[in-house]
């Protein structure tokens, strides 16, 4: 079985087992505390709103809808039928399509070029859960959907972020009940350094225009009440300045 079929199989196992409404998934926070948040460092680098956007790694497509409320074509797509099924449900307006896209596929990538253009990407937390062999893969791919003059904002949980999801996980209860499955169908988190990201984005031919940090906020809550966060890193990246 290859690399990708693997962690194919791992997700649609995960969307198959979970409802998919909004906030029943561990990272599925309401969209003003991430991509509201993420945009305020993102739409300043674009060269062109009025590109297509491309959600890539969309889930359940809580994001790609409020995405889809603030550009004019917006695009989720995803690895996993299963998790498109649930955004496709939850958007019966159709205010944004939706695709699979195997986004460590090359020609995937080159068919959606052609047939969308260049485009923005926005990608939240998909570099971290690719197999290592596959991150070249992912920025090569990234490259060819942006083209000459889309961006990419790019966001992943930092190496610290794993510590606490293994605090979480090792406390007294166990994992909380939005980590569990998470960790049951083999999903890895956080296993990607910081200073690699840029370097996977520079290897693939792009350029960084800005980076920063920001607290990825969760659905979960410790049992004192506080809502979880996890360190993550953010990357804006184009062809040129």
Request: hydrophobic share 40%.
């Amino acid at each position: 079985m290859s690399v990708t079929s693997r962690y194919r199989d791992a997700w649609e196992g995960f969307w198959n087992e979970v409802a998919g409404d909004q906030g029943t998934v561990f990272w599925d926070a309401e969209p003003a505390l991430t991509a509201g948040r993420h945009l305020a460092h993102f739409e300043p680098h674009l060269t062109d709103p009025a590109l297509p956007l491309i959600d890539l790694g969309c889930g359940n497509g809580t994001q790609t809808r409020y995405l889809a409320e603030r550009f004019p074509h917006v695009v989720g797509a995803d690895l996993s039928a299963a998790a498109l099924e649930h955004a496709r449900r939850a958007d019966p307006a159709g205010t944004a399509a939706y695709r699979r896209v195997d986004a460590t596929d090359k020609a995937e990538a080159e068919a959606l070029h052609a047939e969308l253009g260049d485009a923005n990407l926005y990608v939240r937390g998909v570099l971290h859960q690719c197999e290592p062999d596959d991150r070249r893969s992912l920025a090569d791919a990234l490259a060819v959907l942006l083209g000459d003059h889309g961006r990419v904002f790019l966001v992943e949980p930092s190496p610290a972020a794993r510590t606490v999801l293994a605090e979480l996980a090792r406390g007294p209860a166990g994992p909380p009940a939005k980590i569990a499955p998470v960790l049951r169908h083999g999903l890895t988190p956080a296993t990607v350094p910081e200073e690699a990201v840029p370097g996977y984005l520079r290897a693939a031919g792009l350029t960084v225009l800005a980076s920063g940090e920001l607290p990825l906020t969760t659905v979960e809550y410790t049992p004192d009440g506080t809502r979880i966060e996890l360190p993550s890193t953010w990357v804006v990246a184009g062809r040129s300045a």
